[in-house]
């Protein structure tokens, strides 16, 4: 999913702490996206959590005190600090924070932690009292100060019994937040615009047209190019997809084809980078019911109008914008995309054929054909939809000379 940090040199930090156990998941979501881990644990970590779970999950050997036995033991640390392409300290406790604050070396964490110049992520975890207390906050707002990646921690119940902020958020989260700091801000200072999912026209208060498309793509569009330093504005029709994380998409939630239309023309004049991945329904049904249509006759038939053409009129209004389409077919992609170029006046289109079981509306995976103006294309291997999304960033920005 994560391309971004596969073969990359990441080193974890697990403190002593009760959400130390998630740092298991936590190693394994990093190895499953391909970066090379190596743990480093406090003395106190291994109070809860095994030696043992973290070496098997890393395929590496742990490091926890300056002068463990071994080959090189007492210096692996500085040698792990110069290669290390990112630092991630989850979960960083109260002690940890004022230590890294303050410039105390006094164990193999804290000493890496002065001895590379990686980017570091630190996700604080502890009592809330703890979180809030005056001499916490000031050392987080060092840290900050100094360069440093603080992932808010999320509110709940504790595991002292008391409820409130300082909740390690769960792996997937640390995830997300780790991929986003590491992304090399290409896209920054630029507004883009995606939309996403499908529409739902109402054919009476319980029934409505609509189609398949789960968001995955576009919401995966949207991520990547929040990732790479954009200002997003996403335009989601109906979807179990919660909105995405990242403070830097602004989601509009839509129902119909008019909503989705009424939305992009008006965010359109402000972005340079549209990328509509929605699968617009259409037609819609001329008059739909104010109620329940009952089950009387054995036909019913229903009159359908045509939905606007929201690409085409992009394409008639854009002046120095990049305008992306998506186009998913059954059958004839090469042609049918060609002139879905050709008529809405489209800088690129992702195209796919619908309907296989790892590429499509519902899967987390895509294999899709890259079609440009100048008439070329090239087809990538098939790959989760995260990752070709920021494969689609990276072509607009070298394909289409984004400056």
């Known amino acids: 999913m994560y391309g971004i940090i596969r073969g990359k040199s990441v080193i974890l930090g697990v403190c002593g702490g009760i959400a130390a156990y998630k740092s298991a998941e936590i190693l394994r979501l990093l190895k499953k996206h391909g970066a090379n881990v190596r743990v480093l644990a406090t003395r106190n970590a291994l109070h809860f959590i095994g030696r043992h779970t973290l070496q098997a999950l890393s395929e590496n050997p742990i ?165 790479r330093g954009a200002d997003v504005t996403l335009v989601l029709g109906p979807s179990n997809i919660p909105d995405p994380p990242e403070k830097s998409i602004s989601v509009i939630r839509i129902k119909t084809a008019l909503e989705m239309r009424a939305a992009v023309l008006d965010h359109f004049d402000d972005v340079q980078i549209v990328v509509k991945a929605a699968a617009v329904g259409d037609y819609r049904p001329v008059s739909p019911r104010e109620h329940k249509i009952k089950k009387i006759d054995d036909q019913l038939t229903l009159v359908l109008e045509k939905n606007p053409d929201i690409l085409m009129e992009l394409g008639k209004l854009k002046k120095d914008q990049i305008l992306v389409g998506f186009a998913a077919e059954t059958q004839f992609l090469e042609q049918h995309a060609a002139d879905k170029m050709n008529q809405k006046n489209l800088d690129m289109i992702a195209g796919n054929i619908v309907g296989l079981p790892s590429s499509g509306f519902s899967s987390d995976t895509n294999q899709v054909t890259f079609f440009y103006r100048d008439g070329t294309s090239e087809t990538p291997p098939l790959m989760e939809k995260y990752e070709l999304a920021h494969l689609l960033f990276e072509r607009i920005e070298r394909r289409l000379h984004v400056t």
């Not at 036995?69 to 210096?75: N, R, V």
């Not at 164990?107 to 979180?131: E, F, G, H, R």
């Not at 987080?140 to 390690?168: F, N, V």
């Not at 780790?178 to 996403?196: E, I, M, Q, S, W």
Request: hydrophobic residues 45%.
């Open 63 to 227: 490091l926890v005190d300056l002068f463990d036995e071994g080959p090189d033991a007492s210096i692996k640390h500085i040698r792990w600090a110069q290669e290390a392409d990112l630092v991630v300290v989850a979960p960083a406790t109260a002690n940890l924070i004022g230590k890294f604050a303050n410039g105390i070396a006094d164990d193999a964490l804290t000493t890496l932690l002065l001895a590379t110049d990686c980017p570091i992520v630190i996700a604080p975890s502890m009592n809330t009292k703890m979180y809030e207390n005056a001499a916490t906050r000031r050392n987080l707002e060092q840290l900050e100060k100094d360069g440093r990646w603080i992932m808010p921690p999320g509110s709940g119940a504790l595991a002292c019994g008391t409820s409130g902020a300082g909740r390690l958020p769960e792996p997937a989260e640390i995830i997300d937040y780790t991929v986003d700091v590491f992304t090399p801000k290409t896209l920054a200072g630029k507004r883009v615009l995606v939309t996403a999912g499908p529409t739902l026209e109402p054919i009476d208060p319980v029934r409505f047209i609509g189609n398949p498309s789960s968001g995955k793509m576009g919401v995966a569009a949207a991520r990547a190019a929040a990732h």
